[in-house]
């Protein structure tokens, strides 16, 4: 392509500019061949004529497209050179705020000199994941891509930050281990991802320090190994240093500072425990002030200080050794301020007792005459003698120095060593991270060894990075099969040979080091013979012989080679080092024994395992002839082919950093120092190799989409790449420019820019001629409009002009009418204000003027009667203090005198004499004496009862004075009250005389006043008509102005009614959040529980050797029934609690008992009267047939009069029932239910009509059992009377002997038959004595079951007693009846009694079942009743027997027939079958069948029916275990498939189904009111289950969370490229030129998700929980979080990707948020508030779209975008980005008024949404209409086991 085809007018290009280097102009004329120079205008409008070199005639550059400017990556940009990539940086940094670009493979960083909120968590999980060409450029990106590369390619991976001082080098780099410490994790509870971070503050403070350029700058240059295991997950690190600034610990210059930690221990000196160390101030210390700037601007070093010790606390040094270290620093301080001083030329000496040096001697514990000594002295050593040597006092300074900076090295070392200790790990590392932060290229005024030594390893890393970028282009045009071209590029490699090959620079300064008498001119000589004349790259300055010059790739670099060899030497006096090591410091020792360990040829210690710890400099100390020539440039040159080694062996990642000016000013940029930065960090060497082959790079499908514009309609062909190859050839004759590879086109430089400027030519055209149509169009549309609208308003004038004018004629004639009534009922209003507030005032002065006076008299009364006691107590005090002041001086002097006389006795005592005085006549006084004593003991007792008498009169004297005085006082106290009274009167007629007096005056005054206001008002009436005519013109300005107050008010009151009830609902939504958030983070720890306790179980049973089988049900059965436990407890100590607070009163136990006793009386009453009818039935056994069928007939009469008195039964227990009614309904108070109420009277009638009826059934058995016993004894009375009928004859009747023998024989007979009846009365008494014994025992039996019974029966609520005991009793009887018809030896009686009782008992069954159904409706009626008088209930202890089970314990089993029972909707199963009923039902349960083919909520429906059977049966242990085990086995399955949508949906739809059924059934009238009849009649009977809804709900609660979890996951991979990728509406969205970071193609592609994919899966969603059978409001609730997801997703993703802020992006965007709108109206979800969870999105694609030019568009901006926070929409503007040229940019200082605009908000500064919210959830009520007892079990469940109800 011609020249002259791109340098025509208007061209825009870039020429050479002094100050800003680069500067924008624009041709004014076409460029021809031949032209010496190019006609230009400036943008500030100056015309300039451009020379062009006339040997090169190289055209200036031309400058990119506007919609180019402002790339993410400087490879996308058309022209490729260095002003392209200044210009776009400079757009990016300056107007986008953005700080990252891509160039190629590197990541471009420049430093903003301000924190911004773009390195926090959200940005993090925003990045976790991500390919990094799909989001902006970010620091993050790159970690991340190193940390997918590792996982993907099982590579190590490096990521290489350099760049100048004060770049930001050290930040990004933590950043980046930020990252991965935040991506990673670690794989135990060591937090090695803190370790790592924690090991940073530690780094800068003894590393780092502040520069002229930065005031954080890193000293030394470090490598960081994250090692990972095979999870990738965090195991340790380790850190290797290089290059340690040394010198600055005893020199900085001007503005600069040493090591952070000197001044964070100065500035922490007042602490207690390094008060020892003797700091102060960093003034007072000659190492830490020689730069004139302690202090750095916004830093606390005491605070620094803390966190570098909370960080050696995390990395495991204990505090002993802190304070060594402490120790060993504050040494080096005082180390520097010793003082030596010459004592002659070439001797020094140091001063005695120098406070300085005996500090650092105590600190380093070394002898102060050692080390003073060698620090002015040193050894000499020759073959045969040993010499001692003074030493100047420069060189004994030095060595101070020396000595300083060598201890520092080590202590440096080892805390370096340490560090890696800490973040070492046993875990096998499977792969690692590098992060190199090392110095970038360094150029100074003076350049010194440090310089020479960070540019050389700068050539180094240079050298690799363009073999780097040269080998990733070759690949990419090998992939792409592009016939491949040598690209030329700038090889350092010669530069490098000058440095580190034979003979090189460093090679000669080792062999000028080992020279006796080698200095620095000497090594220069050497350089200029040896390389001056043979290497290009190395000169010599013009005026200096002790420098040279190297040329770098970045610059030409001075060094001034004084102090080359000293530093290279690093000597220091090896007599310091051996008293250090003779030091009594323990940590001093240690730090001198690493150094004497062996080390490798590299400064490596043995055992390392392959690390180098770089920083160690060779030790002048040691032995070692070998390491004592070790120099620090060999040292560096070998650890720096170490790190190449590493570099070489791993996939490197390159962050330069780029310091944008020298004054630290935020978002401030230096050209000039860009320029420089980008040429050394090797960017534009980047942008060069890319320029040289194929820079822009288009896939087939961009292309085609992009310039589809640009062919005809018979171009397009079916294959896109043949139809691009057929523009191609036909827009671009030259073949040399592109390249088709598989599956993109390359161009080359310049390219795109030329297919640009046609397709902006063809745009244009289009639009010219689209505008001239729509300009003609809506010229005549608005003049047609013009003219229709001229017609109307003149009508509607006219008209309105009519209606005005009799409007104003009616309005006249009114207003006269009303003004004459109103004036007249203004002036009488107003009279009648005046006259009130007249009298009201009167009133009010009056009332204020008595209550002054009388608040004066009240306050002087009490005034009086305060100084009074006042006074007396003072008098008190006084006198009591007088006297205590006379007690104490009597009892002084009188101890005084009695010690006197007590010395004088004493001295008396002790002599001899006294003795002998005191022993003569000893026996008579002794004798008078006891005489005396009891002459006195006769004398007391006469006293005593003289006393006693005495007492008595005087205490009867007493009382009677007592009463008398009392007596006199009450007078007394009469007296003084009336004189007081009457002295208050007379005051109080005094004042009311003169306060009339007043009055009579006021009242003259005020009526001369009100005359006066009189006139006054008659004068003011007057001139108020004269206003009058004023007021009415402004009455209807009033009227209307009240009118709008009114309204305006009421919409205030209404918005902050609204505002109230928002912020309600948003506190109660926060609360419930908090909630919930808690139950989450208590299932995560649950969870992280389990997991060690199977990391646990798991290690304990690898630990132990051997197979070792256990029980399979073992564990399964104790993770199933842990919660039971929990919550068995929990139910336990609330049953215990119930039990307690529901006591029975005594007075009703004690009726209770006395009942019990009258029924144990009966009892005895009633076995008496059975065992004489048992008697009489032995005799009646023989009855007739006539008397059996007159017994069945009055069976039959007493089976009807039963009945009858079960009615009348009935009918009394409804009477019953409605008298307690009635006394619950009257007596609602809270002593309802007190013993005495009309409840507690209605209770205990209740309780002795069910005695009553008790008796009743007890005399119907008896009757029964008469009837049997008198059956017996008529058939017994036959046989027995009719057997010895034929030996009773007359005996007159025998005439003859004969007769007499045979009566003889009769009467021997007769009595044989009489003894055998004797005997066999006797066997029958023996029979019936010994069953009389047994049917004593079995009385004793049964009386013990009875109390037994009894004993139940009272702790059973009242409706159930009666029903026991009668079933009991009925039980009893029979199987006594039957033993007793078993017992007859008569069949046919036996078989017709045993079928009439039969016959009569199923009759008494029936009937008692008829009674159980009425008792159990009225049962229902009655529980609300009985839950207010709960106080009265009797408690249920746990194990008690319910009615049913005591059914199952007869004496003898017997066969009963009943009729087929109505199912109660129970279902009932064994205490066994619990594991099996939770096994098939829970955890075996296929969702999708049961959602298919059940009815929904199946599961949920059997598990309550289950529940309620227990709760029938009065089973609580039952209860507790069934939820328990529900519980569990829920989380069980939920934890196995919680990746499972349908599962959770199923269990969540469930879960809900249960907690409203316990809801439903619970007895709560609130959730009765829509049940039915039959189901009321469910409803729990026995136990509140409050507690267990809570749990439950709570559960429900984890599974939404773990639903929206799942949805979110499924969700996630479809947003992005579903909503912003993905071009709904085809040809809106221009694809842009794409860099070598490829980003995500905006064309559908295969296998990519689309917006109908989003929309699919919300409806595999909906649907799948529809059939679940899930809650609608739980739907909507779920719909709304899902749409949140999908807004913030977008929008985090829309901030973050500055391609897709566009204003078609905008459109694409507000179509699809329609199309989701249109698929929550087809759900009928409109009302579920997705939609507003879409608001930021929406506001944001208008954000897009709207102007952004004025004001007005600001201010429409602002108001518009509520939902959004500031910083999204200043983000937005600023990655607003023009696909075509037709579209502006946004001004920054349009971003500016929207800042200004925003900036009274109050809103958090955070950029992107939480993605990770999840809303509160709610569970309303909603109960199911289906019957219980309808419901049908299938088989396919496999519950066969349990039984109907």
């Known amino acids: 392509m011609a020249a002259s085809e791109l340098y025509t007018k208007l061209a825009r290009v870039w020429i050479p500019d002094a100050e800003e280097v680069w500067k924008s102009a624009a041709l004014t004329k076409n460029y021809e061949d031949g032209d010496g120079s190019l006609q230009l205008a400036l943008e500030d409008g100056t015309n300039l004529e451009h020379k062009l070199d006339p040997k090169t005639k190289n055209l200036p550059y031309l400058r990119n497209p506007d919609i180019l400017v402002g790339e993410n990556d400087l490879t996308a940009l058309s022209y490729l050179h260095e002003p392209a990539v200044l210009h776009n940086l400079k757009v990016r940094f300056i107007d986008s705020k953005l700080i990252y670009t891509y160039c190629g493979i590197v990541l471009v960083a420049i430093n903003p000199y301000e924190s911004l909120p773009i390195y926090g968590s959200d940005i993090i999980n925003a990045y976790s994941g991500q390919n990094m060409g799909d989001m902006d450029p970010h620091i993050f990106a790159v970690a991340e891509e190193a940390y997918k590369q590792m996982a993907r390619d099982e590579r190590n991976q490096s990521i290489i930050v350099s760049g100048e001082s ?86 900085q210059a001007d503005e600069e ?153 080590k202590l440096f070392s080892w805390i370096v060593e340490h560090v890696n200790k800490a973040l070492v790990t046993n875990i096998k590392q499977r792969s690692f991270i590098g992060v190199l932060d090392i110095y970038g290229f360094e150029t100074f005024e003076i350049n010194s060894f440090e310089q020479f030594c960070i540019n050389y390893a700068n050539e180094k890393l240079q050298q690799q990075f363009n073999m780097h970028v040269f080998k990733l282009e070759q690949e990419e045009y090998m992939r792409e099969e592009i016939p491949w071209t040598l690209i030329d590029f700038y090889d350092n490699q010669p530069c490098i040979n000058l440095i580190e090959a034979k003979m090189g620079v460093l090679d000669l300064l080792d062999e000028e080091c080992k020279m006796p008498k080698g200095s620095d001119e000497s090594w220069a000589q050497k350089l200029y013979n040896t390389h001056l004349k043979t290497c290009s790259l190395f000169q010599k300055p013009r005026l200096s012989n002790r420098a040279f010059i190297i040329q770098h790739f970045a610059d030409k670099v001075e060094y001034q080679c004084e102090g080359f060899l000293e530093k290279n030497k690093d000597t220091v006096n090896e007599e310091q080092i051996n008293v250090l090591k003779a030091s009594k410091f323990p940590l001093l020792v240690e730090l001198f024994q690493d150094g004497e360990k062996a080390v490798s040829p590299t400064g490596q210690p043995q055992g390392a395992g392959g690390r180098t710890r770089l920083s160690v400099k060779p030790d002048k100390g040691r032995t070692s002839s ?94 896109k790449r043949l139809t691009c190859r057929n523009v191609l050839e036909f827009l671009v004759q030259d073949q040399d420019k592109y390249q088709f590879g598989k599956t993109k086109i390359f161009f080359r430089a310049g390219q795109v820019a030329y297919l640009e400027k046609l397709r902006s030519d063809k745009l244009r055209v289009a639009c010219v001629r689209i505008q001239k149509t729509i300009r003609c169009w809506l010229a005549r549309k608005k003049f047609l409009r013009q003219r229709r609208s001229a017609i109307t308003i003149q009508r509607f004038t006219r008209g309105f002009q009519a209606r005005c004018l009799a409007k104003f004629m009616r309005r006249t004639s009114a207003a006269t009418t009303i003004q004459k009534y109103q004036r007249m009922c203004v002036a009488r209003r107003r009279y009648r204000q005046k006259q009130a507030a007249a009298l009201a005032m009167q009133t009010i002065l009056r009332a204020y003027m008595a209550r002054q006076k009388y608040r004066t008299l009240l306050r002087e009364s009490k005034a009086v009667v305060i100084q009074k006691h006042a006074r007396g107590l003072l008098a008190r005090r006084r006198f009591k203090r007088c006297l205590r002041a006379i007690v104490y001086l009597q009892c002084c002097l009188r101890r005084m005198r009695a010690r006197w006389e007590l010395k004088k006795l004493k001295i008396e005592a002790r002599s001899v004499e006294h003795f002998k005085k005191l022993n003569i006549g000893m026996e008579n006084k002794i004798m008078q004496l006891q005489r005396r004593i009891d002459e006195q003991n006769n004398n007391h007792r006469a006293t005593v009862d003289k006393l006693a008498t005495l007492e008595a009169g005087h205490a009867a004297d007493s009382e009677r004075m007592r009463v008398e005085v009392t007596r006199l006082r009450g007078v007394e106290e009469d007296a003084r009250n009336n004189a007081n009274r009457a002295n208050s009167l007379q005051g109080e007629l005094e004042r009311l005389k003169k306060e009339l007096a007043t009055t009579q005056k006021e009242k003259k005054t005020i009526e001369d006043w009100a005359t006066k206001y009189r006139d006054e008002m008659e004068k003011m009436v007057s001139e108020l008509k004269s206003q009058n005519g004023l007021l009415k013109s402004e009455k209807d300005d009033l009227n209307r102005m009240i009118q709008e107050q009114r309204q305006q008010m009421t919409e205030q009151m209404a918005r902050a009614i609204a505002e109230e009830t928002q912020q309600l609902e948003t506190d109660l939504n926060e609360e419930r959040s908090r909630y919930q958030n808690l139950l989450t983070e208590h299932l995560r720890l649950e969870e992280k529980h389990d997991d060690l306790k199977e990391e646990m179980a798991l290690s304990s049973n690898t630990s132990r050797p051997g197979h070792r089988r256990t029980d399979s049900t073992h564990s399964s059965n104790e993770s199933e029934y842990t919660y039971n436990s929990e919550y068995a407890e929990v139910d336990e100590g609330s049953r215990v609690s119930e039990d307690s607070g529901r006591g029975m009163d005594t007075n009703l136990t004690l009726k209770l008992q006395k009942r019990l006793g009258e029924l144990e009386q009966d009892k005895q009453q009633l076995r008496d009267e059975l065992e004489n009818k048992e008697e009489l039935f032995q005799r009646a056994r023989a009855r007739d047939d006539v008397e059996h069928k007159k017994a069945r007939g009055a069976e039959l009469e007493y089976e009807s009069l039963k009945r009858q008195e079960l009615e009348s039964e009935n009918k009394k227990l409804k009477h019953n029932l409605a008298e307690m009614r009635q006394s619950l309904l009257g007596n609602q108070a809270t002593g309802a239910g007190a013993p005495g109420s009309p409840a507690y009277k209605v209770l205990l009638d209740q309780l002795n009509s069910s005695s009553e009826e008790l008796d009743v059934r007890k005399e119907e058995v008896l009757i029964l059992r008469s009837q049997l016993v008198s059956q017996k004894e008529a058939t017994h009375h036959k046989e027995t009377m009719t057997e010895p009928t034929h030996h009773v004859v007359d005996v007159s009747k025998l005439k003859d002997t004969d007769e007499i023998k045979q009566a003889y024989v009769g009467l021997k007979d007769t009595n044989r038959l009489l003894e055998s009846q004797l005997q066999a009365q006797r066997r029958s008494y023996d029979n019936e004595t010994e069953g009389l014994r047994s049917e004593l025992q079995n009385v004793k039996e049964e009386n013990n079951r009875q109390q037994q019974l009894l004993a139940q029966n009272l702790q059973l609520p009242p409706e159930a007693r009666i029903e026991a005991s009668l079933q009991h009793e009925i039980t009893r009887l029979t199987n006594e009846n039957l033993e007793i018809l078993t017992d007859n030896q008569d069949p046919t009686a036996s078989r017709e009694a045993r079928v009439t009782i039969l016959r009569r008992m199923v009759d008494l069954m029936e009937q008692l079942e008829k009674q159980d159904k009425t008792i159990r409706k009225l049962k229902k009626q009655l529980k609300v009743y009985s839950k207010r008088i709960g106080e009265m209930g009797v408690g249920q202890t746990e194990g008690q027997t319910s009615p049913g089970q005591m059914v199952d314990e007869p004496v003898r089993a017997v066969s009963i027939p009943r009729r087929e029972k109505d199912f109660q909707g129970m279902l009932e199963y064994k205490r066994q079958d619990e594991l099996k009923l939770v096994k098939n039902l829970i955890l075996e349960l296929k969702p999708r069948g049961v959602a298919v083919n059940l009815i929904p909520g199946l599961p949920a429906y059997i598990l309550f029916m289950c529940l309620r059977h227990a709760d ?315 019957a219980l007892e309808t419901i049908q079990i299938p088989s396919s469940l496999n519950l066969g086991f349990l039984v109907r109800v």
């Open 626 to 719: 070998r390491e004592h020539k070790k120099t620090v440039g060999c040292q560096f040159r070998n650890s720096l082919q170490m790190l190449m080694d590493t570099l070489n062996a791993t996939t490197p990642h390159y962050v330069r950093c780029i310091k944008p000016n020298d004054f630290k000013l935020a978002f401030s940029f230096d050209p000039m120092r860009a320029v420089q930065q980008l040429r050394a960090c090797g960017v534009l060497e980047t942008i060069r190799i890319s320029a040289a082959g194929f820079p822009s790079r288009w896939t087939y499908q961009e292309f085609y989409s992009r310039y589809r514009v640009l062919m005809k309609q018979k171009d397009v062909l079916q294959d």
């Open 166 to 251: 004060g770049a930001g080098k050290t930040v990004s780099a933590k950043y980046a281990m930020r990252y991965f410490a935040t991506v990673s994790g670690t794989t135990s509870e060591a937090n090695v991802e803190q370790k790592v971070l924690a090991s940073n503050p530690i780094m800068e403070a003894i590393g780092n320090a502040k520069t002229t350029r930065n005031d954080n700058s890193s000293r030394f240059g470090k490598y960081i190994e994250i090692g990972f295991d095979p999870r990738y997950r965090i195991i340790g690190a380790n850190m290797r240093t290089y290059l340690l600034e040394k010198s600055r610990v005893v020199f």
């Open 1512 to 1826: 029938y049966v009065n089973d609580d242990e039952k209860v507790r275990t069934l939820l328990a085990s529900t519980i569990n086995c829920i989380k069980k399955i939920l934890k196995k498939r919680g990746d499972d949508f349908e599962t959770v949906s199923f269990w969540l739809a469930n879960t809900c189904r249960f907690l409203h059924c316990l809801k439903q059934y619970s007895g709560d009238e609130v959730f009765m009111k829509h049940n039915s009849a039959r189901q009321n009649e469910h409803c729990l009977s026995n136990f509140d289950l409050a507690e267990y809804r809570q749990v439950i709900s709570d559960l429900a609660i984890q599974i939404y969370q773990q639903l929206i979890k799942c949805m979110e996951n499924i969700l996630q991979a479809m947003i992005v490229s579903g909503m912003l990728e993905h071009e709904t509406i085809q040809g809106v969205s221009g694809v842009k030129p794409t860099g070598l970071r490829k980003r995500t193609s905006s064309i559908a592609d295969e296998g990519m998700y689309t917006l109908e994919s989003i929309l699919r899966q919300l409806g595999a969603f909906h649907s799948t929980m529809c059939q679940h059978g899930t809650d609608p409001e739980l739907i909507k609730q779920v719909v709304k979080q899902q749409f949140y997801i999908i807004g913030a997703v977008t929008l985090n993703n829309l901030l973050l990707r500055k391609d897709m802020c566009s204003w078609s992006k905008g459109m694409q965007i507000r179509y699809n948020v329609s199309q989701l709108e249109e698929w929550l109206r087809d759900k009928n979800l409109m009302a579920c508030g997705a939609k507003e969870t879409l608001e930021p999105l929406i506001q944001a694609a208008q954000l897009l779209q709207v102007k952004k030019k004025t004001d007005e568009d600001a201010e429409a901006i602002c108001s518009m975008c509520h939902a959004l926070t500031t910083a999204q929409i200043v983000k937005v503007l600023n990655l607003y980005t023009p696909v075509n040229e037709f579209e502006e940019r946004v001004s920054v200082s349009f971003i500016r008024t929207i800042q200004t605009r925003l900036r009274g908000r109050c809103e958090s500064p955070q950029l992107l949404m939480d993605t990770k919210v999840i809303y509160p959830v709610t569970f309303p009520f909603n109960p199911s209409a289906l």
């Open 257 to 409: 500072r040493n090591y952070h930690i000197f001044y964070q221990l100065c500035a922490s000196a007042h602490l207690p425990e390094l008060k020892d160390l003797r700091l102060g101030s960093a003034n007072d210390f000659l190492y830490t002030r020689q730069g004139r700037s302690p202090v750095i601007e916004g830093v606390d070093d005491t605070k620094e200080l803390s966190t570098t010790r909370h960080a050696f606390t995390l990395l495991g040094v204990n505090e002993s050794y802190q304070m060594g270290l402490f120790q060993v620093l504050a040494a080096i301080l005082h180390l520097g301020n010793v003082e030596v001083k010459d004592r002659d030329s070439d001797s020094s000496v140091i001063p005695p007792n120098n406070s300085h040096l005996t500090a650092f001697c105590e600190l380093v514990g070394v002898s102060y005459q050692d080390m003073s000594h060698w620090l002015c002295h040193r050894k000499l050593r020759t073959a045969t003698e040993t010499y001692i040597k003074t030493v100047p006092r420069l060189q004994a300074v030095n060595a101070r120095d020396a000595l300083a900076k060598h201890v520092y090295a």
